[in-house]
């Protein structure tokens, strides 16, 4: 049998991170507020997923429909000030510091954390 590559175990797991955070968010955009269906939402990062410090971090992604998240890479403070309303701006700093710490994740961590949500998913569409 094949050993499971960490890039393709990546994109799966970032499917279940991402369904799942749409699904906590009730399919409404953080940042405009509409509601939007499965084929108009996005997981946006508000500290880019380029960093893999918060790429699966829950306070960094929220449901955003596709003309927010777009408009949020052309003005990300938008998405910026909200949140710091929100959870203020030493959670912000604090957010922003793990984004920048190195992770390295195996093929086996991704499968992990696409286990991991898929059951919490699972558990929400059963109302647990």
């Known amino acids: 049998m094949n050993k499971p590559k ?7 797991a970032w499917k279940a991170f991402s369904d799942y955070i749409r699904a906590r968010d009730r399919w409404t955009c953080y940042t405009c507020g ?8 996005d997981a946006g990062h508000l500290i880019s997923r380029y960093w893999a ?3 699966f971090d829950e306070m960094n992604v929220h449901c955003q429909c596709k003309s927010c ?3 949020h ?7 910026k000030r909200k949140w710091v309303a929100e959870h203020g701006q030493l959670a912000f700093d604090e957010l922003y510091r793990r984004s920048k710490l190195t ?13 991991a949500y898929e059951a919490i998913s699972k558990r929400m569409i059963k109302g647990e």
């Open 6 to 12: 960490a890039s393709v175990e990546k994109k799966k």
């Open 103 to 115: 992770v390295k994740r195996t093929a086996q961590d991704y499968i992990d954390l696409r286990k």
């Open 69 to 71: 998240n777009i408009l």
């Open 73 to 79: 890479e052309n003005d990300p403070e938008i998405y």
């Open 34 to 41: 509409r509601v939007v269906d499965k084929y108009h939402a």
């Open 53 to 55: 410090g918060t790429l």
